[in-house]
């Protein structure tokens, strides 16, 4: 069995597999007084685990009443399945509803849309596990809603930096703010969240603002370690990389032109050891930091890509 490490009153941590650079697949496990919430569920291995634990701990599994899924990106809920016999509501933003009622076919051609990659993608494990969600236990929520665990209570909000379904999550009782990829994915890559092309830099930068303000004593992303209090030194520094790296992009870009930016990223994996590569790569997406920025640059009108020269220019 995987190890369960208590963060807060009730509020355990699994992890899964571990990736490469470090990247950790985890689940959240939140023991309220009547009912019990999972937080993502990765694999059917730590479903069982969790199974497992709730029994250890004396509790009937039938009390997992919630699975809330960070957002609808098949690492967060390719584990569904092992809930199958259970039951629970599922819960998520109701703009990740397609997601989640089309399974592989939807992720392949909307998430991550690049027909090339198709029958590589196909191929993996992770996409081999995922198939529909019965909409009978589907339950979308518009910009915010809170479940009553008894004696703990969880406040469900939609943060859409990451992709456009992401969500926040705060339990009252436990003091712990659980971000989903709102951090970053690998644990020294900057910048890393922004993956599908439906996130929103401008709304992540919102989001790090918001989790300041929040009087909370655990920082809980999906694929690293919580942060227990002071999360200053934490947040400053996904503030920094996030601000840096776009500003640093647009300015060599201006100054320099394509072939400097994308200079940039050769040199941070030189240099710091850091990989620009999004952990999607093989779907397509893609395939740097930079790329991910500069598309954002082009939707802000400020930056745009010259098809006949293959190359990213200034909008002067």
């Known amino acids: 069995m995987n190890n369960f490490v208590e963060w807060a009153q009730g509020i355990y941590r699994v992890v899964g597999d571990v990736g490469e650079q470090g990247i950790e697949y985890a689940s959240y496990l939140v023991l309220g007084d009547e009912k019990i919430a999972v937080i993502d569920i990765p694999s059917r291995s730590v479903g069982k685990d969790i199974i497992s634990f709730v029994k250890r701990e004396g509790r009937d599994p039938s009390e997992i009443r919630y699975l809330i899924l960070t957002h609808s990106h098949p690492d967060h809920w390719a584990g569904m399945d092992s809930l199958s016999k259970i039951k ?67 406040i469900l909000q939609n943060s859409g930096g990451h992709s456009v379904d992401s969500i926040l999550i705060q339990a009252y009782r436990g003091g712990c703010t659980f971000i989903g990829d709102e951090g970053n994915i690998y644990p020294d890559q900057p910048a890393a969240f922004y993956i599908d092309g439906t996130g929103s830099p401008n709304r992540r930068m919102k989001l790090l603002e918001l989790i ?18 002071p999360v200053d030194l934490y947040l400053n520094n996904l503030t920094f990389e996030h601000k840096h790296t776009k500003d640093t992009i647009y300015d060599l870009l201006v100054s320099a032109g394509q072939a400097k930016a994308f200079y940039l990223a050769e040199e941070y ?48």
Not at 274 to 301: H, I, Q
Request: hydrophobic content about 35%.
């Open 88 to 154: 629970p509501q599922v819960w998520f933003h109701e703009s990740g509803m397609e997601a989640l009622k089309e399974g592989k076919k939807f992720i392949l051609d909307k998430q991550f849309p690049k027909p090339s990659k198709f029958g590589l993608a196909m191929k993996t494990s992770l996409f081999s596990k995922i198939g529909k969600v019965k909409e009978e236990l589907l339950h979308p929520f518009g910009d915010s809603e809170t479940l009553d665990l008894g004696g703990e209570e969880l």
């Open 212 to 229: 300041g303000k929040i009087k909370t004593e655990v920082i809980c992303p999906a694929h690293q370690a919580p942060v227990p209090r």
């Open 269 to 316: 994996q030189r240099a710091l050891g850091f990989s620009w590569e999004t952990p999607f790569k093989e779907l397509g997406v893609a395939e740097t930091t930079v790329n991910a920025f500069l598309e954002e640059l082009e939707k802000e009108g400020k930056v745009r890509y010259e098809t006949h020269s293959q190359r990213w220019s200034v909008i002067s």
